[in-house]
């Protein structure tokens, strides 16, 4: 008794640990990112150069932990149509997301762009309405209202507010709902289930693509303006490996625990990064109408999830019953916001 005792001790220590290294990792991500585009120190205002440096760090790391050391086995079931048809365009929405919320960061503080990324659950429900993914209802109308005037009322007490930098953040709320939108019909409709480490191992390098082309016609010119290319070898590498280690968080996670969890550990996330960003940037200056109205966007936010929860619960217990929680599908993090 003692014995199972100390084990279950021992487990939820674990899964706490888990837990806890993904709210450090997911928030320690969004401020290094900042500091790394906006910083004099590191002088590297490239998002798209520093976002496309990602997804290289990420294609090569997949292929040494998959086909050289072979510690994680790639899952099958990929087939070159739905490579085309579903990984390409994941792989480019992935690409504008990171691209264009790297941007935003430019033009306004963390805080506010965290703030502005809680309308996300809208733009995933209007594009699933309109791919045949959702259905509108009563419900889902008042939830989403709820989360739209909570982000109307944040941005309304922004004292700081930049427009370019809005659109550049809502521009990558909308690649990440269109990323979702496609990672769903690939499970709904392909019927293909990815870890993280097969995910990226397939993504990682169409993304790497699609920044690609961009960077060559629009900041290639500026790095080479600015005399030979001042990397900062250790800490952007350093960067790329913490945005791994999130992905890999992830996993963590919900395998120990449950995709209720993530989510839940995903709004504490949240608040910590608006609060933290206000003592560490000069550019953060929160107000109480700041505060009020992502309260309400979170509480939108919050039903939201509750009731997707709800209907994958439903529809996992119809397919497998008395098998238990099976792990689900682990979307790829947002890198530059953790």
């Known amino acids: 008794m003692a014995d199972r005792s100390r084990g279950f001790m021992r487990d939820e220590f674990v899964t706490y640990a888990y837990i806890l290294l ?10 290094f990112n900042k500091w790394v585009l906006s910083s004099k ?42 490579y085309v048809t579903s990984v390409i365009p994941i792989g480019a929405m992935f690409a504008m997301t990171l691209w264009l919320g790297n941007t935003a960061y430019l033009y306004i503080s963390v805080a506010f762009a965290q703030m502005l990324k809680a309308i996300m659950p809208v733009a995933v429900f209007i594009l699933g309405v309109a791919a045949g993914l959702e259905m509108m209802s009563c419900r889902m109308l008042l ?22 930098g809005v659109v550049y953040q809502m521009g990558g709320v909308v690649g990440e709902a269109l990323r979702l939108i496609f990672m769903e019909i690939l499970v709904k409709r392909k019927g293909i289930k990815l870890n993280p480490i097969s995910l990226m191992y397939y993504v990682s390098p169409c993304s790497a693509v699609c920044l690609f082309v961009p960077w060559i016609f629009l900041e290639k010119s500026k790095m080479d303006g600015n005399g030979p290319w001042n990397f900062h070898f250790v800490v952007l ?72 929860l709800k209907k994958e619960a439903s529809r996992v217990t119809s397919e497998t019953p008395g098998d238990g929680e099976s792990i689900p599908l682990v979307s790829l993090p947002n890198t530059e916001r953790g």
């Open 237 to 308: 590498t350093l960067n790329s490996l913490c945005t791994f280690a999130l992905n890999l968080s992830v996993f963590l996670v919900i395998s120990h625990t449950s995709a209720l969890t993530i989510r839940v550990a995903g709004v504490v996330k949240d608040w910590v990064v608006v609060l933290v960003s206000a003592l560490l940037f000069a550019d953060t200056k929160l107000t109480v109408i700041n505060l009020f109205g992502y309260a309400i966007a979170i509480a939108g936010v919050a039903a939201y999830n509750n009731h997707k």
């Open 41 to 82: 120190e590191i002088n590297f205002p490239y998002p798209l150069g520093f976002t496309l440096l990602h997804m290289i760090f990420s294609s090569v790391l997949c292929f040494l932990l998959t086909k050289v050391l072979k510690i994680v086995k790639v899952e099958e079931g990929m087939t070159l149509e739905i």
């Open 22 to 31: 993904y709210i450090a990792l997911s928030s320690g991500q969004i401020f």
């Open 143 to 164: 939830i989403m209202s709820i989360i739209s005037f909570g982000v109307l009322v944040a941005s309304y007490g922004e004292l700081n507010i930049n427009w370019i």
